[in-house]
């Protein structure tokens, strides 16, 4: 089994900045792709950012300049840096991971959520 574990959400005001992580733990063999996606309340889960293996990075246009995805592969870790931070921006952020596992074959996991609220 495996499982991703986030942290670093919470109550932030206008303009400001919240780290997010997500680091995974259980029997893997290796990683595809990371990423983060959002979810505010009356709406559908949206892609927020991805990055692959070799680095390469996706971003929503809604973020686009203000976040930034990374990762650290022996740390089975990828961040989400979020800078000037606006209200529409509060959701539950939920991390996702592609997991090759020891027999072949790639799944993929969800994080539980962590909420991100930005208000004054």
């Known amino acids: 089994q495996v499982q991703l574990a986030e942290s670093g959400g919470g109550l932030v005001h206008p303009g400001g900045s919240l780290r997010l992580s997500c680091a995974a733990s259980?029997?893997?063999?290796?990683?595809?792709?990371m990423g983060w996606y959002r979810q505010a309340p009356g709406k559908q889960r949206e892609l927020v950012a991805t990055?692959?293996?070799?680095?390469?990075?996706n971003y929503a246009d809604s973020v686009s300049g203000r976040f930034t995805i990374s990762r650290d592969n022996a740390k089975r870790t990828v961040y989400l840096q979020m800078n000037s931070l606006k209200p529409e921006d509060t959701a539950v952020y939920y991390c996702?991971?592609?997991?090759?596992?020891?027999?072949?074959?790639?799944?993929?996991?969800w994080g539980q959520g962590t909420q991100v609220t930005v208000s004054s």
């Open positions: 990055i692959t293996r070799s680095g390469n990075t």
């Open positions: 259980g029997s893997i063999f290796s990683i595809t792709t």
């Open positions: 996702t991971m592609g997991v090759v596992g020891w027999r072949g074959g790639v799944t993929d996991y």
